[in-house]
Nanobody, 124 residues
Framework: QVQLVESGGGLVQVGDSLRLSCAAS????????MGWFRQAPGKEREFVAA????????YYADSVKGRFTISRDNAKNTVYLQMNSLKPEDTAVYYC?????????????????WGQGTQVTVSS
């Protein structure tokens, strides 16, 4: 079993940047695809970004493409989400998740384990 803990969220201004981290503990997650999802108030959770097991392949939601970058460091058991040019619509709780597959996936049902989330608030 893998436990995930997100960190790095906070309150920022429009146009600012944040880097979220997701630290894994328990068994190694190095062969698992990983993803970031988010849930805004009153909305369903949505896909943000995903990365394959070795970090060489990534996939993004259209809403964040060009602004967010997902990466991973398997030696540190950590996945990152670099968020630039933040907008008010990026305000949400951000969740890290681990997939049952080694490739990247965009659907929640492909993910086996989840973190508790970290709040990101973008103020205008």
């Amino acid at each position: 079993q893998v436990q995930l803990v997100e960190s790095g969220g906070g309150l920022v201004q429009v146009g600012d940047s944040l880097r979220l981290s997701c630290a894994a503990s328990g068994r190694s997650f190095s062969m698992d695809g990983m993803g970031w999802f988010r849930q805004a108030p009153g909305k369903e959770r949505e896909f943000v970004a995903a990365i394959n097991w070795d970090g060489r392949a990534t996939y993004y939601a259209d809403s964040v493409k060009g602004r967010f970058t997902i990466s991973r460091d398997n030696a540190k058991n950590t996945v990152y989400l670099q968020m630039n040019s933040l907008k008010p619509e990026d305000t949400a709780v951000y969740y890290c998740a681990g997939s049952r597959y080694s490739g990247y996936r965009q659907y929640e049902y492909d993910y086996l384990y989840w973190g508790q989330g970290t709040q990101v608030t973008v103020s205008s």
